[in-house]
């Protein structure tokens, strides 16, 4: 693809027959078949949300993805559902145009009325402070693995969120099971 024209970006939930497409661009994204069974296997797991997975398009291509999905929240006195951002993948010829964040801040956006307090994710915080997302120990919270750098255990608070909400971060047996926890 030469030049883009980002103004004909469109961030919008998947829709019907867009798997494959999320899918191959999540795996060259990564450049890695194991980010195409963590969403495999996220979308039959009980953390999957139909209405959070996302795609940015642009002249009907789809050019990137993003994927919220259900995890825990181990708090002092109950397990409360939260959200995980992963993974969020753009087409390796649009790396830097600012596809990813175009999907991270509108798809941000439409989590406004959700009733999970948290989204967190593992991620770089250079990229992700922009967004509003802070290191997960300023809110009381733990990361799921040592093998999570504590800079990049970030976390975004929703409208629900409140300071009690402390504890530990459970991740879907997805992340576990495929060794996808921490940053490589």
């Keep these: 693809m030469g030049s883009v024209d980002m103004d004909g970006l ?3 939930p998947i829709v019907d027959g867009e ?3 999320l899918r191959s661009v999540a795996v060259a994204a990564f450049d890695d ?3 195409g069974q963590l969403v495999d296997e996220l979308r039959a797991s ?4 139909p209405e959070l997975a996302f795609v940015a398009e642009i002249d009907g291509r789809v050019v990137g993805q993003v994927l919220y999905t259900h995890a825990i929240l181990d708090t002092p006195d109950r397990l409360v559902d ?5 993974p969020l993948g753009v087409a390796p010829d649009l790396h830097g145009h600012g596809v990813g964040d175009a999907l991270v801040r509108q798809t941000l956006a439409r ?3 959700r009733p999970e307090p948290y989204v967190f994710l593992e991620g770089s915080p250079g990229y992700y402070r922009r967004f509003g997302f802070r290191p997960g120990g300023e809110f009381g919270v733990r990361k799921p693995s040592d093998r999570i750098p504590d800079a990049a255990f970030q976390a975004y608070p929703l409208a629900t969120h409140n300071d009690s909400m402390t504890g530990t971060l459970v991740y879907p047996d997805v992340f576990w099971r495929l060794d996808a926890v921490g940053l490589r």
Excluded: F, P, Q
């Design 10 to 12: 469109i961030v919008r």
């Design 19 to 21: 798997w494959e497409a």
């Design 33 to 35: 078949e194991v980010i």
């Design 46 to 49: 009980w953390a999957w949300i």
């Design 82 to 86: 939260v959200l995980v951002l992963s």
């Design 111 to 113: 989590l406004g009325d």
